[in-house]
């Protein structure tokens, strides 16, 4: 099963489809031009149900095949959503919205989700019910648990969830996964210092909570050197440092420090929670200051199924030859997480080649991976779901 012969002749268009979201980006749920345009082209597509305003902006689209003996449904994620970045690719598609962009090539998935949906809904050869799911907000909007909080799962009945992300750096077309976790919880944390304000000629008659955040900083950093297990995975980054005095004399009494923690085991999870609150508290007590820590959970770790990820990899091997099972997992989060973690399912890179970096301005699709990535898609529900 390559690259399908359908796909390659639809490349014109599916690549015009991709353009056309690439000139009009939209972000987190705000999303009516996009969630339009693609409910569009599904009934267009001639598939059996599309469902609009699914966890605000989603867009659900049924397509039933030849036979239905089993009753299995299978669910296919894109997402839609575009970053407040302003592009400097100049392409001649390149975005007309000033300050948007789709700088991590959720226009290519969506373009390879329906490029999927209209084959399956013209050839229908698998027995069951593909669910083609295009999602708000996977930008820190968290659009995937908003749609399954909107009876994604329970109305459609899904028993499994496959979903792809572009990757820079590997070569276009082809594939990368593995089982167990395959990208990080990305939690939040503010870190609330409290001391006492005073002249910085003065120091012994304030308590310095300058001094204080700056310890509080680099102690944070023994969680991960001396509590988690040397074979796991861990990040603490603090990224902000604020005070409520901008004088080049004053000594601060409140600081504020904010970061994030990254993970990629959920008791790993925990235990950061847990000692950054211990930490922050202790040094602060050590100095005379007050800590309040507020951890707020983001995305949890995306954690690949075994037996759905062997699927995903043979439908791979089958489209690109190849499946490179040694890719390392990413310490960025992703909000398919949610569906994974609510149904087994499988989250799969594909090569976007020698591109700049996601989130960055210079970062563009590479439409050469969007006839392999529709493969993909298309032969997850003919394989997983055969009609044989």
């Known amino acids: 099963m390559p690259v399908k012969n359908r796909f390659a002749e639809m490349l014109p268009e599916i690549k015009a489809w991709r353009h056309d979201f690439h000139r009009h980006p939209e972000v987190m749920y705000d999303l009516p031009r996009t969630s339009a345009r693609v409910a569009e082209l599904l009934r267009g597509f001639g598939v059996d149900e599309v469902a609009e305003g699914i966890g605000r902006t989603g867009v659900v689209?049924?397509?039933?095949?030849?036979?239905?003996?089993?009753?299995?449904?299978?669910?296919?994620?894109?997402?839609?959503?575009?970053?407040?970045i302003n592009e400097i690719t100049g392409a001649e598609y390149a975005s007309q919205t000033p300050g948007k962009m789709h700088a991590c090539g959720h226009d290519g998935h969506t373009s390879m989700l329906l490029a999927a949906a209209k084959y399956l809904a013209e050839t229908r050869n698998f027995d069951g019910t593909a669910v083609m799911i295009f999602q708000p907000a996977e930008e820190g909007g968290a659009g995937a648990q908003a749609m399954i909080d909107d009876g994604l799962i329970t109305r459609w009945g899904i028993e499994e969830f496959y979903g792809l992300h572009n990757l820079p750096g590997m070569p276009v077309g082809t594939f990368g996964l593995r089982a167990g976790a395959m990208m990080a919880a990305a939690d939040q944390f503010d870190i609330h210092l409290k001391g006492k304000g005073g002249h910085a000629a003065a120091p012994h008659k304030a308590v310095d909570t300058a001094l204080v955040a700056a310890q509080v900083i680099v102690a944070l950093q023994s969680i991960v050197s001396r509590n988690v297990d040397p074979l796991k995975n861990a990040v603490v980054s603090v990224c902000v440092i604020e005070t409520d005095s901008p004088a080049y004399n004053v000594l601060p009494e409140n600081v504020r420090l904010k970061g994030t923690a990254r993970s990629l085991d959920p008791a790993v999870r925990d235990q950061l929670e847990q000692r950054i609150g211990e930490i922050a508290a202790g040094v602060a007590a050590t100095y005379g200051a007050e800590a309040r820590?507020?951890?707020?959970?983001?995305?949890?770790?995306?954690?690949?199924?075994?037996?759905?990820?062997?699927?995903?990899?043979?439908?791979?091997?089958?489209?690109?030859?190849?499946?490179?099972?040694?890719?390392?997992?990413?310490?960025?989060?992703?909000?398919?997480?949610?569906?994974?973690?609510?149904?087994?399912?499988?989250?799969?890179?594909?090569?976007?080649?020698?591109?700049?970096?996601?989130?960055?301005?210079?970062?563009?699709?590479?439409?050469?991976?969007?006839?392999?990535?529709?493969?993909?898609?298309?032969?997850?529900?003919?394989?997983?779901?055969?009609?044989?």
């Open 61 to 84: 689209a049924v397509i039933r095949g030849k036979n239905d003996s089993k009753g299995r449904v299978i669910g296919l994620r894109a997402d839609m959503d575009a970053l407040p």
């Open 293 to 388: 820590v507020d951890f707020h959970r983001g995305y949890p770790v995306t954690i690949n199924d075994a037996d759905a990820a062997a699927h995903a990899g043979a439908v791979a091997e089958a489209v690109a030859g190849a499946v490179d099972w040694t890719v390392e997992p990413m310490m960025a989060g992703e909000d398919f997480s949610f569906m994974l973690n609510a149904r087994p399912g499988a989250y799969i890179f594909l090569g976007n080649g020698d591109s700049a970096m996601l989130h960055h301005p210079a970062y563009d699709f590479n439409d050469e991976a969007l006839p392999v990535g529709a493969s993909w898609l298309a032969g997850m529900i003919e394989t997983r779901m055969s009609a044989a």
